[in-house]
């Protein structure tokens, strides 16, 4: 099924999408899942199965204000050069790392689907775009067994891990402020839960601005697995429902042109996962 959370009448809500419907679950299913976290913590999810409340209130799709899938997760953990051509991108001769590199987002740089990419213009010129599939946790855990890490997944969403190039390297030993800049990035359009996938290994992902392809790879490439990173990162966070982990992304973003392809207003940035779905935002100064 398919979760997404939304703005209709000036409140936030949540619910599953049904063909170009909403069905709203967020006064229908008790106080303990009131939220997308609550939902995905109370273990409602899976007794709730594909039943619908004959009483809940129904929204067409281009009524609503998206919101990311989760709107207040508790981490947003995100997996840098994690495709194996994304390695060789870097040209310098180092074989695939033995660990993945990992860095935080705040919840306040992503925003959702339909809804503006901000280019912060007074301090930046170069807003950039990384077209990932992330990871949203649905049962709490510390230190994982790989093995198990599966069983964690509530399900899948599109990110548009929107960089600031030139602010990732401001300091000599992180990126995080290139990477947290107010609604830089983006998720959804909606969480595409784990029933959905027989498979997370042959996912593809790719990335278009104003229609041309720049982006194009399959999750048989990773060189750290879904299970690998949730094994990995539970290690030292314990992991909770709503929490997000975006995998990586692929070559060809647009500081990889020569010379780079920056986003600019008005600029329509799509990130693809077919077995997901389309998350689209229009770039804004701000």
């Known amino acids: 099924m ?4 939304f703005v209709i009448k000036n409140k936030a809500r949540f619910g599953i999408v049904i063909d170009q419907e909403v069905v709203d679950l967020t006064d229908v299913l008790g106080p303990d899942a009131r939220t997308v976290n609550e939902l995905l913590g109370s273990g409602k999810l899976a007794a709730f199965g594909h039943s619908l409340p004959d009483d809940a209130p129904r929204y067409r799709l281009d009524e609503l204000h998206f919101l990311p899938p989760v709107p207040d997760p508790g981490k947003i953990i995100c997996v840098g050069v994690n495709y194996h051509h994304r390695n ?9 790392p033995a660990y993945p590199s990992v860095f935080p987002r705040f919840a306040s740089s992503i925003t959702g689907h339909g809804q503006p990419l901000i280019c912060p ?8 775009y990384e077209g990932e599939i992330a990871i949203v946790i649905g049962k709490r855990g510390r230190r994982i067994a790989e093995q198990d890490a599966l069983s964690h997944i509530a399900g899948l969403t599109c990110l548009n891990e929107g960089s600031v190039r030139d602010w990732l390297r401001h300091g000599k030993f992180n990126v995080t402020q290139g990477k947290n800049f107010d609604r830089s990035g983006s998720a959804g ?3 595409v839960t784990s029933d959905e996938f027989s498979s ?7 990335t278009r601005v104003n229609g041309e392809e720049r982006q194009r790879d399959n999750t048989a490439n990773l060189m750290f ?17 709503g929490d997000v982990i975006s995998t990586g992304t692929p070559t060809g973003a647009g500081i ?26 229009t770039i804004k100064n701000g």
């Open 2 to 5: 398919k979760i997404v959370s």
């Open 88 to 96: 060789e991108e870097y040209k310098d001769g180092t074989a695939a």
């Open 121 to 128: 213009v007074e301090e930046s010129q170069q807003l950039d």
């Open 189 to 191: 359009p909606w969480l």
């Open 200 to 206: 997370y290994d042959n996912l593809e992902i790719i």
């Open 225 to 241: 697995s879904f299970a690998f990173l949730i094994h990995y990162i539970s290690k030292w966070t314990t992991l909770e429902p």
């Open 256 to 281: 990889r042109f020569d010379p780079p392809k920056f986003l600019r207003e008005g600029d329509v940035v799509e990130v693809e996962a077919p077995a997901i779905g389309i998350l689209k935002n």
